[in-house]
T-cell receptor, first 114, second 111 residues
Framework: NAGVMQNPRHLVRRRGQEARLRCSPM?????VYWYRQLPEEGLKFMVY????????ESGMPKERFSAEFPKEGPSILRIQQVVRGDSAAYFC????????????FGSGTRLTVV | QKEVEQDPGPLSVPEGAIVSLNCTYS??????FMWYRQYSRKGPELLMY????GNKEDGRFTAQVDKSSKYISLFIRDSQPSDSATYLC???????????FGKGTSLLVTP
């Protein structure tokens, strides 16, 4: 019974490149949440998606960041033209329905921009 | 003022001690309160969940919420070296799903 799977675990990108982070929710879960953990900072909510729908993207930076959760396949967090300040751990979580009680996180993708 | 404040520690205690971890918050709209445990290089793991004020106990863990003081606590009894981790408080308002996290308190339980 696999948990939330994120890949890659580590990603190194040069400034200006694109980063694609993938998240496969737990089996039976159709709600996905993305968070970012900057060094020395707490986790920050970025976006909440259901299959084929963005429900709440209030925490997403206005530019260069996008997320999707297609009908088939994992959820993708995409960062275009990465900058050093994007270096962080990105976590996704999933739930079977909208979660009011916390949810299960994956182990994260650690993005380093060089 | 940050919405959620949490002392980063580190907090070092001997095995068997009672550990008290705390968070304060400023947003009176918060209704859902959670504690997560995060081991190094891992994702957060949900430990306790409380809705509104009150106490909740689960094994060696007790969570308390005092909404009048905007203060939440996690107590760990009979602490073990395996409890060594970073403990994150998290809370949310009416939406429920958008969690506001503290920065985490680093706990070390020494044998």
């Amino acid at each position: 019974n696999a948990g939330v799977m994120q890949n890659p675990r580590h990603l190194v990108r040069r400034r200006g490149q694109e980063a694609r982070l993938r998240c496969s929710p737990m089996k039976g879960h159709s709600h996905v949440y993305w968070y970012r953990q900057l060094p020395e900072e707490g986790l920050k909510f970025m976006v909440y998606l259901q299959k084929e729908n963005i429900i709440d993207e209030s925490g997403m930076p206005k530019e260069r960041f996008s997320a999707e959760f297609p009908k088939e396949g994992p959820s993708i967090l995409r960062i275009q033209q990465v900058v050093r300040g994007d270096s962080a751990a990105y976590f996704c979580a999933s739930s079977p329905q909208r979660a009011d009680y916390g949810y299960t996180f994956g182990s994260g993708t650690r993005l380093t921009v060089v | 003022q940050k919405e959620v404040e949490q002392d980063p520690g580190p907090l070092s205690v001997p095995e068997g001690a009672i550990v008290s971890l705390n968070c304060t918050y400023s947003n009176s709209a918060f209704q859902y309160f959670m504690w997560y445990r995060q081991y190094s290089r891992k994702g957060p793991e949900l430990l306790m969940y409380t809705y509104s004020s009150g106490n909740k106990e689960d094994g060696r863990f007790t969570a308390q919420v005092d909404k009048s003081s905007k203060y939440i606590s996690l107590f760990i009894r009979d602490s073990q070296p395996s409890d060594s981790a970073t403990y994150l408080c998290a809370m949310s308002g009416a939406t429920g799903y958008a969690l506001n996290f503290g920065k985490g308190t680093s706990l070390l339980v020494t044998p």
